[in-house]
């Protein structure tokens, strides 16, 4: 297996099943995805597109119905490559009675660091999201922004190699989203490998070196941001459709 | 195992910051104390104790039962719910790992609220009140004894038509009952022997006692009159009987001779020197009581015994709440609580499948089915042994421990892991 690719999807289709297992909808159909160490690769599309599916699969909650799907050179549910990820969900999910520092420690536990290093980790990483001075307040009376930091936080405790970000900066104020994209692009530079997905076309051009555009579970569009030739809303609307049928698509979706 | 403990933790953490811990203690210290005031008892202040000590201990086991499954149930079934099972599942940590730890988080909560009732029970006890093995007869099992009746039993003219047609299996269970409630009539002036196992060991020369319940066809208190005898190795033991009113009597036993030899068995004889014949069940109505530890150590074998039920209760909450739906995973073990009470009076009542229709046949074979699948948590009765002061065996205590605490919670969270992920995705 080739070291340089972090993620392979190969004709990877899945279909949800209603209780009676006949087919409801085909949220994925047909994909095929590389992301190399380093890249920081995004995944783009109007909501139902089958971004969060695809993510899902990719971090082994959800088993695609055909196709393959490798992380490592392995199958995301085994502890070798879940060893070396980080995941940022859409929304937080933060258990609420736990203070800040108690839920980077909880994660760090989970990820094999000792309590020794579990505790370092924490503070550098609190640090980092800026939030020493609420450590020890309870996470359910944080502000969505703090949460979202928490949960960046908590993303990273394990020293991943592979961070999959769903929405980052979904929630952020402008600074905070700011940040986000600089943390990201100076963990890109230290070698780290990106997954994202955003709604915000500016975000992903910012910070994203490849992206994938899919629509209706199906790859419509992949390159670097670079080479489009354009700017990536206006490559994103002519690949997905016009800004009003985006909007009246996502309106009623 | 770092793992393994952070999810403890943080189990236990949530059960005491949401106040759950604070509530189990409040309402299990309320239900202790006021226990001796609610229950009066026969008259006695012995029958007073025995009900206290059944009921106040049972009834923080009954609230912990059903708290602990609801929590159980939820455990894993909520998280999945509010989304944060996902940020656990693509950690480096075992499906497996998971159920497990929360149900051994659930398991020490209910263990530490037990733990603080069984101490104002200690408190207010004498721990060095005697108790006493309560030994019974040496004999085949009844399914051995049904086997051995079988061949008899169907070349019998006299049995029904029905019993000759049934199913091998179904006149197995008929004669097996049968066994189990068989009398024994011993005629005025004859002798029976029954055997105990005393495991080599010397018997006491205090302190041995015989129980016995006597019963004639018509339920009648008559004179019972007999001498009794227990001999192990050399040694020899004597009572006598003269008693016209009790149903159950205990006669205490003197050593009448000492022997240096030991024996595996004991043999007791009971002579009837009354004038009418007197009848009982020896499976049931005979038992050899000698002299235990003391009640503090009786405790805490009913304690580790009471934990062991909730280990069970536990985690099949934790595994149902890993495959279902919470409201459907506590339904489910709610009524599964109830079945495992229920179903063993269910088959008492119809002992006899031959006399039952179609509908009750198909009834009563689920219900079997139910009660086979709940025994360890419906045969669980070390309080019924505590408040009469009968020793709860080591041994017994032991296999309940590492059936309820070690192999159902390990199989049962193998089996969580195998479904975890089918429910993520559903």
Same mark, same amino acid.
């Given at each position: 297996m080739n070291e340089e690719i972090v993620i392979s999807l190969k004709g990877v289709k899945k279909t949800f099943r209603d209780f009676w297992l006949?087919?409801?909808?085909? #949220? /994925?159909? %047909?994909l095929d995805l590389t992301v190399r160490r380093g890249e920081v690769f995004g995944l783009l599309g109007p909501n139902g597109s089958g971004k969060s599916t695809t993510i899902k699969m990719i971090l082994g909650l959800l088993d695609p119905t055909a196709g393959e799907v490798l992380m490592f050179g392995k199958a995301p549910r085994s502890l070798a490559a879940r060893a070396r990820l980080g995941y940022l969900p859409e929304?937080?999910?933060?258990?609420?009675?736990?203070?800040a520092r108690e839920t980077l420690m909880y994660y760090a536990g989970l990820c094999g660091l000792s309590r020794s290093e579990g505790a370092k980790r924490t503070d550098e990483l609190l640090a980092m999201v800026k939030l020493e001075d609420v450590a020890?307040? #309870? /996470?359910? %009376?944080?502000?969505k922004g703090m949460a979202r930091r928490v949960a960046l936080a908590s993303a990273l405790v394990g020293r991943p190699e592979l961070l999959v970000l769903d929405e980052?900066?979904?929630?952020?104020?402008p600074v905070s989203t700011k940040e986000v994209k600089m943390l990201v692009k100076a963990l890109a530079a230290n070698g780290m490998t990106i997954l994202m997905t955003s709604h915000l076309l500016a975000d992903a051009e910012d910070v994203c070196d490849r992206v994938m555009i899919l629509n209706h579970g199906k790859q419509v569009a992949e390159g670097k941001v670079a080479e489009l030739g354009e700017s990536l809303e206006d490559f994103f609307l002519a690949k997905v459709g016009s800004a009003d049928e985006f909007v009246l698509a996502d309106f009623l979706s | 195992m770092n793992s393994f403990w952070r999810i403890f933790s943080l189990e236990f953490t949530a059960a005491v910051r949401s106040r759950t811990l604070l509530l189990l203690l409040v309402a299990s210290l309320a239900w202790m104390l006021a226990a001796p005031f609610v229950f009066v008892g026969d008259g006695t202040a012995e029958g007073a104790r025995a009900l206290v000590v059944h009921y106040s201990l049972g009834g923080v086991a009954a609230l912990l039962a059903v708290a602990l499954l609801a929590s159980a149930t939820g455990s894993i079934a909520s998280e999945r719910e509010a989304r944060r099972l996902q940020l656990t599942l693509v950690r480096p940590v075992r499906y497996s790992v998971v159920a497990l730890a929360k149900m051994a988080a659930l398991v020490s909560l209910g263990a530490l609220v037990l733990a603080v009732a069984t101490a104002i029970e200690a408190c207010r006890t004498?721990?060095?009140?005697p108790c006493r093995h309560v030994l019974s007869p040496v004999m085949p099992t009844p399914r051995e004894e049904a086997l051995a009746m079988y061949d008899a039993f169907m070349k019998d003219p006299n049995t029904p038509v029905a019993a000759k047609r049934a199913k091998k299996s179904v006149v197995l269970r008929l004669l097996a009952q049968r066994a189990l409630d068989r009398y024994d009539t011993i005629a005025g002036g004859s002798v029976v022997r029954w055997n105990f196992k005393t495991g080599g060991s010397a018997l006491p020369d205090d302190g041995l006692s015989v129980r016995l319940r006597f019963t004639n066809a018509y339920d009648v208190r008559q004179d019972v009159r007999g001498v009794l005898f227990l001999r192990s190795g050399d040694s020899v033991w004597s009572g006598s009987v003269s008693n016209i009113t009790q149903a159950v009597v205990e006669i205490p036993l003197k050593r009448e001779r000492v022997g240096a030899a030991t024996s595996e068995l004991a043999e007791l004889t009971f002579r009837n020197d009354g004038n009418s014949a007197l009848m009982l069940r020896p499976r049931r109505d005979v038992n050899m009581l000698s002299p235990a530890d003391g009640f503090g150590w009786n405790l805490l074998r009913a304690y580790v015994e009471l934990v062991a039920m909730l280990s069970i209760l536990v985690s099949f909450g934790v595994f149902l709440g890993a495959g279902l739906g919470r409201p459907v995973a506590l339904f489910t073990a709610i009524v599964a609580l109830i079945v495992s009470e229920m179903s063993p009076s269910v088959i008492e009542q119809y002992p006899d499948e031959l006399e039952t229709d179609k509908i009750d046949s198909i009834g009563l074979y689920i219900t079997r089915a139910a009660a086979e699948a709940t025994h360890p948590v419906s045969s669980l009765v070390p309080l019924e042994k505590l408040s009469e002061d009968a020793c709860i065996e080591r041994r017994e205590v032991v296999r309940t421990a590492v059936a309820n605490m070690v192999f159902a919670p390990l199989i049962l969270a193998l089996l969580a892991a195998l479904v975890i992920p089918r429910k993520v995705e559903a």
């Amino acid at each position: 297996m080739n070291e340089e690719i972090v993620i392979s999807l190969k004709g990877v289709k899945k279909t949800f099943r209603d209780f009676w297992l006949r087919p409801t909808v085909n #949220a /994925v159909d %047909g994909l095929d995805l590389t992301v190399r160490r380093g890249e920081v690769f995004g995944l783009l599309g109007p909501n139902g597109s089958g971004k969060s599916t695809t993510i899902k699969m990719i971090l082994g909650l959800l088993d695609p119905t055909a196709g393959e799907v490798l992380m490592f050179g392995k199958a995301p549910r085994s502890l070798a490559a879940r060893a070396r990820l980080g995941y940022l969900p859409e929304l937080s999910y933060l258990h609420p009675f736990l203070t800040a520092r108690e839920t980077l420690m909880y994660y760090a536990g989970l990820c094999g660091l000792s309590r020794s290093e579990g505790a370092k980790r924490t503070d550098e990483l609190l640090a980092m999201v800026k939030l020493e001075d609420v450590a020890n307040r #309870a /996470v359910g %009376g944080f502000s969505k922004g703090m949460a979202r930091r928490v949960a960046l936080a908590s993303a990273l405790v394990g020293r991943p190699e592979l961070l999959v970000l769903d929405e980052p900066t979904s929630g952020l104020d402008p600074v905070s989203t700011k940040e986000v994209k600089m943390l990201v692009k100076a963990l890109a530079a230290n070698g780290m490998t990106i997954l994202m997905t955003s709604h915000l076309l500016a975000d992903a051009e910012d910070v994203c070196d490849r992206v994938m555009i899919l629509n209706h579970g199906k790859q419509v569009a992949e390159g670097k941001v670079a080479e489009l030739g354009e700017s990536l809303e206006d490559f994103f609307l002519a690949k997905v459709g016009s800004a009003d049928e985006f909007v009246l698509a996502d309106f009623l979706s | 195992m770092n793992s393994f403990w952070r999810i403890f933790s943080l189990e236990f953490t949530a059960a005491v910051r949401s106040r759950t811990l604070l509530l189990l203690l409040v309402a299990s210290l309320a239900w202790m104390l006021a226990a001796p005031f609610v229950f009066v008892g026969d008259g006695t202040a012995e029958g007073a104790r025995a009900l206290v000590v059944h009921y106040s201990l049972g009834g923080v086991a009954a609230l912990l039962a059903v708290a602990l499954l609801a929590s159980a149930t939820g455990s894993i079934a909520s998280e999945r719910e509010a989304r944060r099972l996902q940020l656990t599942l693509v950690r480096p940590v075992r499906y497996s790992v998971v159920a497990l730890a929360k149900m051994a988080a659930l398991v020490s909560l209910g263990a530490l609220v037990l733990a603080v009732a069984t101490a104002i029970e200690a408190c207010r006890t004498d721990l060095a009140r005697p108790c006493r093995h309560v030994l019974s007869p040496v004999m085949p099992t009844p399914r051995e004894e049904a086997l051995a009746m079988y061949d008899a039993f169907m070349k019998d003219p006299n049995t029904p038509v029905a019993a000759k047609r049934a199913k091998k299996s179904v006149v197995l269970r008929l004669l097996a009952q049968r066994a189990l409630d068989r009398y024994d009539t011993i005629a005025g002036g004859s002798v029976v022997r029954w055997n105990f196992k005393t495991g080599g060991s010397a018997l006491p020369d205090d302190g041995l006692s015989v129980r016995l319940r006597f019963t004639n066809a018509y339920d009648v208190r008559q004179d019972v009159r007999g001498v009794l005898f227990l001999r192990s190795g050399d040694s020899v033991w004597s009572g006598s009987v003269s008693n016209i009113t009790q149903a159950v009597v205990e006669i205490p036993l003197k050593r009448e001779r000492v022997g240096a030899a030991t024996s595996e068995l004991a043999e007791l004889t009971f002579r009837n020197d009354g004038n009418s014949a007197l009848m009982l069940r020896p499976r049931r109505d005979v038992n050899m009581l000698s002299p235990a530890d003391g009640f503090g150590w009786n405790l805490l074998r009913a304690y580790v015994e009471l934990v062991a039920m909730l280990s069970i209760l536990v985690s099949f909450g934790v595994f149902l709440g890993a495959g279902l739906g919470r409201p459907v995973a506590l339904f489910t073990a709610i009524v599964a609580l109830i079945v495992s009470e229920m179903s063993p009076s269910v088959i008492e009542q119809y002992p006899d499948e031959l006399e039952t229709d179609k509908i009750d046949s198909i009834g009563l074979y689920i219900t079997r089915a139910a009660a086979e699948a709940t025994h360890p948590v419906s045969s669980l009765v070390p309080l019924e042994k505590l408040s009469e002061d009968a020793c709860i065996e080591r041994r017994e205590v032991v296999r309940t421990a590492v059936a309820n605490m070690v192999f159902a919670p390990l199989i049962l969270a193998l089996l969580a892991a195998l479904v975890i992920p089918r429910k993520v995705e559903a």
